[in-house]
């Protein structure tokens, strides 16, 4: 199972529900190959508590992460007490992955190794908060992470899950930190799309 979060994406900017100025066929194949969701609603309209809803199933003000996003230094996070996804996946056996961005807290009881995650690879919070650190698991790999090559190395680490040797069913969550600013697409996409720079990103 993977389920892939693009920050401040439309559903209105895929091909698959309709977009014209914006080509997105590998998501238009995953769109067709997959579950087409159309009937839904964000429980938030910026990161934490959104990610928060979709992660719990729950109103994220039951978490306490109803309004705004956590910052760099924030003390808080999504409460061990919560259930996740991943958890209830795990205890039926699956293996759990997350990649990207996380945003749900930095502190090791907020990780996502703390909420059922066995293995992490990403980014703390938002790509426009510095010191951006990259991290496995609870190691930073580089600091501040060179976020032109970002959505690449994304792609080449979820490729790395799924093709994992296991007997296990794996739950992967993808959750980009693109197309949220800055706006930074790679160089083969600028100027590709119909819809300016942040087409070319998404």
């Known amino acids: ?12 900017d895929l091909g698959s529900f309709g977009a014209r100025q914006i080509r ?7 769109a067709r190959d997959g579950a087409r969701l159309t009937s839904f609603f964000s429980s938030a309209n910026v990161c934490t508590p959104s990610r928060a809803g ?10 306490g992460l109803a309004v705004g996003v956590l ?7 999504l409460p061990e007490s919560e259930i996740t996804v991943p958890e209830l996946l795990k205890g039926q056996g699956y293996r ?37 650190p990259l991290y496995r698991g609870m190691e ?37 930190v693109a197309p949220h600013v800055p706006l930074q697409p790679g160089s083969k996409f ?3 799309s119909k819809a300016g720079l942040y087409g070319d990103f998404v």
């Open 140 to 176: 930073i790999l580089e600091e501040p992470l060179v976020q032109e090559a970002f959505a690449d190395r994304l792609v080449e680490e979820a490729r790395a899950v799924i093709s994992a040797p296991s007997q296990q069913p794996f739950f992967l969550y993808i959750s980009h």
């Open 96 to 132: 759990t992955a997350m990649l990207g961005k996380w945003h749900h807290g930095s502190r090791a009881n907020f990780w996502p190794t703390s909420h059922g995650f066995d293995t992490f690879w990403g980014v703390p919070w938002s790509n426009d908060m510095n010191p951006l």
């Open 71 to 77: 910052q760099v230094h924030s003390t808080y996070g």
């Open 54 to 63: 979709m992660l719990t199933g729950r109103y994220p003000a039951r978490s």
């Open 24 to 30: 997105t066929p590998h998501l238009d194949r995953m």
């Open 190 to 192: 600028a100027g590709r």
């Open 1 to 12: 199972m993977i389920v892939v979060l693009a920050d401040d994406l439309g559903f209105g």
